[in-house]
Nanobody, 124 residues
Framework: QVQLAESGGGLVQAGGSLRLSCAAS????????MGWFRQVPGKERKFVAA????????LYEDSVKGRFTISRDNAKNTVNLQMNILKPEDTAVYYC?????????????????WGQGTQVTVSS
């Protein structure tokens, strides 16, 4: 099992920045990729970004390219999501997830472990 704990959510004005962190513990060697997803009430959970633990390869959803940056600290088993130029439509609960799949999968079904989520609210 891999346990994930997100932190760093909050309320920010449009144009501002937030940094989310995800600390992984447990059998972390079994996870090859880490991802961030987000969900608004009544909608499905959607892919935001992913990173491969070993290669550092990344993948982003189109609407966050150039604004969000995913990074990892292998020594601390932590994955971060730096979010800049935030927009009201970025408001959601953000979830960290770990995948036993190779590469940087964007599909939610490829992720095996999930954190509890952290709320991000962007005011206009």
């Amino acid at each position: 099992q891999v346990q994930l704990a997100e932190s760093g959510g909050g309320l920010v004005q449009a144009g501002g920045s937030l940094r989310l962190s995800c600390a992984a513990s447990g059998r972390t060697f079994s996870a090859y990729a880490m991802g961030w997803f987000r969900q608004v009430p009544g909608k499905e959970r959607k892919f935001v970004a992913a990173i491969n633990w070993s290669s550092g390869s990344t993948l982003y959803e189109d609407s966050v390219k150039g604004r969000f940056t995913i990074s990892r600290d292998n020594a601390k088993n932590t994955v971060n999501l730096q979010m800049n130029i935030l927009k009201p439509e970025d408001t959601a609960v953000y979830y960290c997830a770990a995948s036993r799949s190779f590469g940087v999968p964007p599909m939610i079904g490829r992720y095996d472990y999930w954190g509890q989520g952290t709320q991000v609210t962007v005011s206009s």
